[in-house]
């Protein structure tokens, strides 16, 4: 069985920095695309990043595009997202997911085409 657990998250003021790290068990890493989603109180949860399974394809969000950066290591079968000059509009709860079967290039930006998911961890970033 495939398990995802997310770390990192916590309260940072507005232009911190924090980085999430998502390990993944159950099943070989390299396997699986890999990506970030989060879910603000009242909305509906959104894609972040995306990273593809050799790591080297990434998509953004325009709303953290050259603030955040997505990144995998293999060997330890996790994967980060780096969040810089963080807002107080980035505070959410914060998603690993994990899509299998898909060549080793491709990302994916779509919520519904996951196959697993954490639980995820509270980002706060106060102004």
């Known amino acids: 069985q495939v398990q995802l657990v997310e770390s990192g998250g916590g309260l940072v003021q507005a232009g911190g920095s924090l980085r999430l790290s998502c390990a993944v068990s159950g099943r070989t890493f390299s396997s699986y695309a890999m990506g970030w989603f989060r879910q603000a109180p009242g909305k509906e949860r959104e894609f972040v990043a995306a990273i593809s399974r050799s790591g080297t394809n990434t998509y953004y969000a325009n709303s953290v595009k050259g603030r955040f950066t997505i990144s995998r290591d293999n060997a330890k079968n996790t994967v980060y997202l780096q969040m810089n000059s963080l807002k107080p509009e980035d505070t959410a709860v914060y998603y690993c997911?994990?899509?299998?079967?898909?060549?080793?290039?491709?990302?994916?930006?779509?919520?519904?085409?996951?196959?697993?998911w954490g639980q995820g961890t509270q980002v706060t970033v106060s102004s």
């Open positions: 997911a994990a899509k299998s079967d898909l060549h080793i290039m491709v990302v994916v930006t779509t919520r519904s085409a996951y196959d697993y």
